[in-house]
């Protein structure tokens, strides 16, 4: 069963950086498509950012382009999301989330889930 031991997340004023990481257990790490996705209050959950090591792929939301990197340290089974430049739109609950091999965008089409952190970013 996956499961994502998550750390970073905060309160930064605006043009600030965060790091938020998943150290994730439960599936061979180098299997996993590994991801964020953040849902601000009255808006839908909606991709951020993912990766997968195995197809070679990463995956960036139009609006986090050229802010945000993510990576993965496969001894580590972690994997990592540099916030740079943060905007107060990108204020929201972030959460992990993984499937086998493949990313994808839609939240239904990544099976597990870590708890949610919270970012907020002043103005």
């Known amino acids: 069963r996956f499961s994502c031991r998550r750390s970073g997340g905060g309160l930064v004023q605006a043009g600030g950086s965060l790091r938020l990481s998943c150290a994730a257990s439960?599936?061979?790490?180098?299997?996993?498509?590994i991801g964020w996705f953040r849902q601000a209050p009255r808006k839908e959950r909606e991709a951020v950012s993912c990766i997968s090591s195995s197809e070679g792929s990463i995956y960036y939301a139009d609006s986090v382009k050229g802010r945000f990197t993510i990576s993965s340290d496969s001894a580590k089974n972690t994997v990592y999301l540099q916030m740079n430049s943060l905007k107060p739109d990108d204020s929201a609950a972030y959460f992990c989330?993984?499937?086998?091999?493949?990313?994808?965008?839609?939240?239904?089409?990544?099976?597990?889930w870590g708890k949610g952190t919270q970012v907020t970013v002043s103005s």
């Open positions: 439960g599936f061979t790490f180098d299997d996993l498509a």
């Open positions: 989330a993984a499937a086998l091999r493949t990313c994808d965008s839609d939240a239904y089409g990544m099976p597990y």
